[in-house]
């Protein structure tokens, strides 16, 4: 099984909980039989995407000389393809920031949120979802709590993820594990940040396990 962690906070696992939970579950599976692709989007080369990866596929038709965030972005770009192409199951760990995901990560997302590649439309207009062989696990932190009926409309990381690689790409989303409220309740902080990499390592074992299964 090929497993692609996407990697979304650059803050030290010390400060951060999302880094925290990717070390946790990255430590699960060291010595495991499942073979493991990282990808850290703010270690990558990234330029965000515009027009300039508008103007490079212009130039790629035409026989044009790129520039050189051209090149760059035409080349990130495809990576993140290739990797998301060999992936079987897709882990991404992930902040809360600002009610949103990280601006890296939607990068990544943007290089690979392509009609052709990750869904498609029939003659009708009907979209079509072309990643449904693969699955998806999302490890989220949020210091404040949105799970309340109050505050759930409000959170646009988890529900966007979940709208993007479950709803446009048609990946079967396995688990998801959410630690939050631990800075709106510091009494409690330790206690639910525990408990959280406690569901960090039985996510990790029941990926091993469905590696085993296949």
């Known amino acids: 099984m090929n497993v692609l962690v996407v990697k979304a906070n650059n803050r030290p696992a010390t400060e951060a909980i999302s880094s925290k939970m990717y070390e ?15 990808y850290d989007v703010y270690e990558e080369d990234t330029p965000y995407f515009g027009q300039d990866l508008f103007n490079a596929f212009g130039k790629v038709q035409n026989g044009g000389e790129l520039t050189d965030v051209e090149s760059r972005l035409l080349s990130a770009k495809q990576k993140a393809m290739d990797l998301l192409t060999a992936a079987d199951v897709v882990v991404f760990a992930f902040p809360l920031w600002n009610l949103t995901i990280p601006a890296k990560l939607q990068t990544f997302i943007d290089y690979v949120y392509a009609a052709g590649f990750a869904f498609k439309y029939d003659a009708q207009g009907n979209m079509i979802q072309l990643m449904t062989d693969k699955k998806a696990i999302f490890l989220n932190a949020r210091g404040g709590i949105y799970s309340t009926p109050e505050a759930a409309p409000m959170e646009m990381a988890v529900n966007y993820m979940r709208a993007v690689f479950g709803g446009v790409f048609g990946m ?33 074992q029941r990926l091993v396990d469905l590696a085993v299964k296949a």
Request: charged share 25%; glycine share 6%; aromatic share 2%.
């Open 24 to 38: 946790t579950f990255m430590a699960e599976l060291e010595g495991k039989d499942v073979n493991v692709t990282v």
């Open 172 to 204: 079967q989303i396995i688990d998801e594990v959410i630690i939050e409220g631990h800075n709106a309740m510091p009494d409690k902080a330790q206690e639910i940040i525990s408990s959280g990499m406690e569901e960090v390592k039985a996510s990790a």
